[in-house]
């Protein structure tokens, strides 16, 4: 049973029966927190087994609330055909074909239970989607705020889903700007507008912890060694850290846990920068570039907790190159058979490199998450891959190595933003 909310700063605690966004003394994070000790004494891990493969089979850890869904969760932990310890969660399965279906299928649902009507969000590409699907599911309105140049999928769902979609010249910092603009206005809360900004709200964060029950359930309640996690506003990453503990606390596992390893873009890498110096918060990244328009986050809001947490587990934060992401996205779907996104395979660079550098061994178990389907990223990838001459192509698949083409200037957006 969901008790209050708590500030991840000071502590504060917040009524959960009414719609909450941050901590109003001084801007923390609001975690869901739960009486765990009821729900261990009435529900075993063993009871769920009978539920429905989804991520509402953890619905005892979850707010008490008819859920929105359209079948998310529960996605396939494969075993790695390279390396025999790994294994790679892929959310491209879930419905809209990423991960970002778990917080906004939470979100939304919460919504509609408190009554919303009207829900904004800034967005890389993904999670306008997701919004965009749950609220058309629940019959409510999605106004979405993301960059102009968002993978084409993006653009395309979202119009589908029937949501009010505001183009913006520039990164996910300035729709975050815009949405928040908006919210001064006087006719914000008025008309049941409410702002699902990645950790801007409580629930979010409680649909992504469910990859770490999966994590846990799917590895028969063993915690694997490393969990490597393409981070850009870093929710997943709190949640599962959060799952941990609650599932700790619950006596589903032991006071083990992973080392939680982020992965950026080297052109968008403020967590890795911050790690690299030692700080507890990440500074603006400036100039955000590149085609794995998920991890193009200048600022995630939760950096601090994302940062405390690689310290906990005694991760690391690390980035991989456009060149490497592209690489290790064809590289996964030949030797896999995943098309994963570029976020994605973007933890094949960083298990590489890892690996490389001893600080993970053969036997050690590793997850990575594939963040979403390849297939939503059909332009980017297309634009970005140099085709073998079909010359070449007939004397055989060994042609060397694809490279980036050069970039299509026309993706260029008044000379200002990036395209990848
Ligand atoms: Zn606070």
Redesign the pocket.
Known sequence: MLTHLE?T????RYPPNRPQSV?Q??G?VLYARYDLATIKRNFSSARLALRAPTMWRYDAILPAADPVTLGEGFTPMLASREYPNVYIKDEGLNPTGSFKARGLAAAVTMARHFGLKKLAIPSAGNAAGALAAYAAAAGLEAHIFMPRDVPMANRIECDYYGAHVTLVDGLISDCARKVADMKKESFWDKDGWFDVSTTKEPYRVEGKKTMGYEVAEQLGWRMPQGIIYPTGGGVGLLGMWKAFEEMEALGWIGSERPKMISVQSAGCAPVVKAWEEGKSSAEMWNNAETLASGLRVPKPYGDYLILDILKKSLGVALSATDEEIVDATRHWAKFEGIFAAPEGAACLVAYRKLRDNGFFRPEDVVVLFNTGSGLKYLDVLDANVARPHPERELQGPSVGKPALAAKPAARHIGGIIGPY
């Open positions: 500030c700063r000071c502590g504060e901590c003394k001084d923390g």
